[in-house]
């Protein structure tokens, strides 16, 4: 599973344990009580086994990520398996392995046979690693300024940032990514394609991809090759830069660039618009969003641009809600082992009463999601955009004897409405495909879409 993936975690640090200090989930039971069913018996240890003392850390790792799946997994049964023969038939290629990369592998191979999103095996830093990146002056992945979707069998560009590297250098809306570093996308995206071709979460992986081979040490260059709207080959030598936002740390998370913008768009600007890229540093995208909400008395309308947001704390999906309901409510339910958690959001002392759309496209996921989702539910907002990826379980992450990074659900989630969000996503109100003639023209034809509901509606 990709590192894109693996940051679409409504983390349940947020959720559960109060990711918002004032908006933590409150015990509520099931609208309908689940049946309880017996977990599966523990599997008796195997004789003593002799284990080479340079495979003892990955053994140890592979043991912790089976058991904490057998005592903490939300469905006892494991989806239909067998989860002591699944220990039985894998443990011992850990213990054959011949590398830690081997070893790694098998451990991915024991949390893909649950088929679901928010489990994943990640290597983690080592002293040498951090030295290297010292070395080459990498202060975090360099960006070269611009956002890209697939498109059919194409990457293209949607988003250009005004003064960033794509933009110096001419690179458009619209045009399309042939080649990075002299190898054809074709060639990135076909390995990427294989084993995902009926997945919902495929967009994230090639997104995942060409932002990898794109990104770099900060100050480094790239070549790009794209192919303008005439499809003549434009070959650009792009820069690498700090990425936009500010830089957040997060428990064994990377360090993560945090994007807030806020302006006016639409007829005279009148409508508010706010843009959000990570569900993280809340002690500083919580104030700002109350600042811009309370500030919307004159406001025909809000729009909440959650395209390409991968999710983050789970919390502060409903610290933003409270600004947008009148009356206590709930975005939905987080279903565990141990029992129901309620989303619970608590309207604030004035909160924003006009309308208010949320745009979502196929990389929205998990808090995205559950945000998007809730106050579809609950009649608050009206969804502009692509089915998102349905990649919504909340998730822990913590480190493994051998320094690798684990990732895993520790809950399904269920929306307001009783919708389960996982594997299916949000459907939105409005559907806006993605079209290229669009994006050369320079327009945002999803935005667009949404501003023109507003203008239907009643002033606030």
């Not at 001419?170 to 002299?182: R, S, Y």
């Not at 990104?215 to 830069?241: M, N, S």
């Not at 830089?247 to 990377?254: A, L």
């Not at 684990?406 to 809950?411: D, G, I, K, N």
Request: aromatic share 4%; proline share 8%; with cysteine.
């Amino acid at each position: 599973m990709s590192a894109l993936v693996a940051l679409t975690c409504a983390c349940a640090g947020g959720a559960s344990r109060g990711g918002h200090p004032a908006q933590a989930p409150e015990p509520a039971p099931a609208t309908e009580p689940t049946p309880a069913i017996e977990p599966a018996a523990p599997a008796p240890l195997p004789p003593a086994e002799v284990i080479p003392p340079a495979r003892a850390a990955d053994v140890a790792s592979f043991d912790h990520v089976w058991t904490t799946i057998r005592d903490r997994h939300f469905d006892p049964t494991f989806g239909g398996l067998d989860w002591n023969a699944v220990r039985a038939e894998l443990r011992p290629k850990v213990i054959a392995a011949r590398n830690s990369e081997e070893a790694r592998a098998v451990l991915e191979d024991l949390i893909s046979r649950l088929k679901l999103t928010h489990f994943a095996i990640m290597p983690g830093p080592t002293e040498s690693d951090a030295a290297a990146a010292a070395d080459a002056g990498d202060e975090g992945h360099g960006s070269v300024g611009l956002e890209v979707r697939p498109l059919g069998e194409a990457i293209v560009v949607t988003a250009v940032v005004p003064g960033g590297p794509a933009a110096k250098a001419g690179v458009k809306p619209g045009w399309t990514i042939d080649a990075i570093g002299g190898k054809p996308v074709s060639a990135l995206l076909g390995r990427v394609r294989v084993g995902h071709e009926h997945s919902s979460l495929l967009p994230l992986e090639e997104v995942g991809s060409v932002r990898g081979a794109l990104g770099g040490a900060v100050d480094g260059t790239v070549e790009v090759t794209f192919l303008d709207g005439r499809g003549k080959p434009q070959k650009k030598k792009l820069a690498r830069v700090a990425p936009a936002g500010t830089v957040t740390q997060f428990g064994h998370m990377p360090p993560l660039a945090v994007e807030y913008q806020s302006k006016r768009v639409g007829p005279k600007g009148t409508v508010a618009y706010v843009r959000l890229s990570l569900f993280f540093d809340p002690a500083r995208i919580l104030p700002a969003w109350q600042k811009d909400v309370a500030a919307l008395g004159d406001a025909r309308g809000l729009v909440l641009d959650l395209r390409g947001n991968p999710g983050g704390l789970g919390g502060m999906a409903m610290g933003m809600s409270g600004w947008l309901v009148k009356d206590v409510a709930a975005l939905g339910v987080m279903r565990s082992r141990d029992g129901d958690l309620k989303f619970v959001v608590n309207p604030q002392a004035t909160p924003y009463a006009g309308p208010v759309a949320i745009l979502v496209d196929e990389l929205s996921a998990s808090t995205s999601e559950i945000l998007a989702a809730g106050l579809q539910d609950l009649g608050r907002a009206r969804v502009f955009g692509r089915r998102t990826p349905g990649a919504a379980l909340p998730s822990q992450v913590e480190q493994l004897p051998n320094g690798d990074l684990f990732q895993y659900a520790v809950a399904t989630y269920v929306s307001s409405g009783g919708r389960t969000l996982e594997g299916n996503g949000v459907v939105p109100d409005e559907t806006v495909a993605l079209d290229r003639k669009s994006l050369l023209a320079g327009k945002d034809a999803v935005l667009d879409a949404a501003l023109r509901w507003i203008a239907t509606q009643e002033k606030p």
